[in-house]
């Protein structure tokens, strides 16, 4: 008997058994525009970034272009996807306002 670490797919729990989950992962595309449309008057999401092995991801926005000036005008969000640190962003910059 051999054995294969589960895909990430499996561990999501979407199997060619169950397709019906996966309309119910966020849309990336979705959570960009959403926090896209958060962003103050010359803002921009600036990083995306997560590491794979900890399920965690972060999403950050501020000034553009960048000035260190306003470093302490940075927002950052986290969530266990990158559309989950996007919309975490988002709900961020919305509650700012």
Do not use: C, Q
């Not at 199997?15 to 119910?24: G, L, Q, R, W």
């Not at 849309?27 to 962003?39: V, Y």
């Not at 000034?63 to 975490?88: E, K, Y």
């Amino acid at each position: 008997m051999s054995y294969s670490a589960p895909t990430p797919e499996k561990r999501a729990g979407i199997t060619p058994a169950t397709p019906a989950v996966e309309p119910s992962i966020p849309s990336l595309d979705a959570a960009w525009a959403k926090a896209e449309e958060a962003l103050p008057e010359g803002w921009a999401i600036n990083m995306l970034w997560g590491t794979i092995t900890e399920d965690r991801w972060a999403a950050s926005a501020g000034p553009f272009p960048s000035d260190t000036t306003h470093t302490m005008l940075h927002r950052a969000a986290g969530g266990p996807t990158p559309a989950a640190a996007l919309n975490a962003l988002a709900e961020k910059l919305e509650a700012d306002r």
